[in-house]
């Protein structure tokens, strides 16, 4: 046992990347008996009439087939459903996880960098350093706005081959102003893709997609994690088509399951459920918003997602060091089984902030009279 151990262990020295073995592991919690809100999904079930015809169609999938790796039937239907203009094509991915990751490896020239405003998104990151990319963070304005000027000049030095630009951004939930967007893609020109990652779309409700025509270098990315279908693992992507095949190249042919491509084009042909447990949801965010930010030492910043990025401060209007207020808030609300995102080691930007996705009534009302109690 030991040697083999041992064995291992020389192995894991010898063949491991240095990197890799330095990372820690992407740590999900086991969130058994929690309320979960901490991982933006949809709090709501599918109606039964619709599980009946989901069921049904499953049923028929043919599994001992391969996937059809052009995935034609689905692309249209989603390029059709969510306002892919004419003559843009789609590169489907398992989660934008895969699609962030594809762009990664088909762009990792020696050298090349990626940049994107910190705190953002943190497989950004990840997936530029396991490709070899170098990443450049720029920090955003207190406010968390877009600090455009830093971005501009971080475009001049490092001339990144990707940048990204989250609409809105996670885990800030900022809307970021689209006329400073607009000046980042046109100073990235042909140096470089802008990805404008729309995952928040259908609570943000705003898009590049439209968009598309006026920039060469823009890919604009979705998924249909946030709208309801995390468990489905599903993330499209468009851009100009000779684009889209170079990243399409590095696309596991498969990556998209049958049952993937048939649940989902079963739920397009229903998609006003989601558009309706969205309308819900941008709804139950106005109100917890207003809530939460009547409580004692609470900020809550303004969000065009499905979560809400909420500062604590104690009763004298200190946030505290390790543990900071926030900290103490997220163990208590962990003791009431509630779940939230604790972000505050992520960044200094993010000091004593908790990130709390948006739920039912019912249990957003839950997670109050927990913070009533908590902050009293
Ligand atoms: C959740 C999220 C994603 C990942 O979506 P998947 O399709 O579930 O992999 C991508 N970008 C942002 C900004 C997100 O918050």
């Known amino acids: 046992m030991t040697s083999t151990n ?40 599918l109606p039964a009439e619709i599980q009946q015809k989901l069921a049904q169609r499953m049923a028929q999938v043919d599994l001992n087939r391969y996937p059809v790796p052009s995935y034609a039937g689905l692309k249209t239907a989603l390029s059709q459903h969510f306002g892919v203009p004419a003559e843009y094509d789609v590169v489907l991915g ?3 996880d895969e699609l962030i990751a594809i762009l990664s490896i088909a762009c990792a020239r020696p050298g090349a960098k990626v940049l994107a405003p910190i705190p953002g998104f943190v497989m950004y990151a990840m997936s530029a350093k396991l490709s070899g990319l170098e990443f450049v963070g720029i920090p955003l304005n207190a406010d968390l706005t877009l600090d455009t000027p830093a971005m501009l000049a971080a475009i001049r030095e490092h001339r990144p081959a990707i940048t990204y630009l989250a609409y809105p951004n996670n885990p800030t939930g900022t809307l970021f102003d689209e006329a400073e967007m607009e000046e980042i893609i046109r100073a990235v020109g042909d140096s470089g893709i802008v990805v404008v990652d729309e995952a928040y779309q259908p609570f943000a409700q705003r898009t ?18 946030k ?7 599903l993330g499209y992507m468009s851009a100009a088509s000779e684009l889209l095949q170079e990243f399409d190249k590095v696309r596991p042919p498969y990556n998209v399951n049958v049952l993937t491509e048939a649940a989902v084009l079963c739920l397009l042909e229903n998609a006003e459920v989601f558009e ?11 109100q917890l918003s207003i809530q939460l930010a009547a409580l004692r030492g609470v900020t809550v910043y303004p969000s065009s997602a499905n979560f809400l990025l909420v500062k604590f ?8 060091q390790s543990p900071s207020f926030a ?8 003791e009431r089984k509630i ?12 000091h004593s902030c908790l990130r709390i996705t948006v739920s039912t009534a019912e249990e957003n009302t839950v997670l109050l009279k927990a913070l009533q109690q908590i902050l009293e």
């Open 327 to 334: 900290d103490q808030v997220f163990t208590k609300l962990v």
């Open 6 to 45: 041992s064995t291992v262990q020389t192995l894991i020295r010898g063949i491991i990347r240095d990197d890799v073995q330095a990372l820690s592991a992407y740590h999900v919690p086991d969130a058994s008996g929690f309320l979960k809100l901490d991982a933006m999904e949809n709090p709501y079930r």
């Open 94 to 96: 398992n989660g934008s």
């Open 227 to 233: 709208l309801g279908l995390a468990g489905v693992r």
């Open 339 to 350: 779940l939230v995102k604790n972000v505050g080691k992520m960044h200094d930007l993010l």
């Open 208 to 225: 590049f997609m439209s968009r598309l025509p006026e920039f060469p270098n823009l890919v604009v990315m979705r998924t249909v994690s």
């Open 313 to 320: 401060t104690d009763s004298e209007g200190k946030a505290g």
């Open 276 to 286: 309706q447990q969205a309308a819900d949801l941008r709804a139950q965010r106005q």
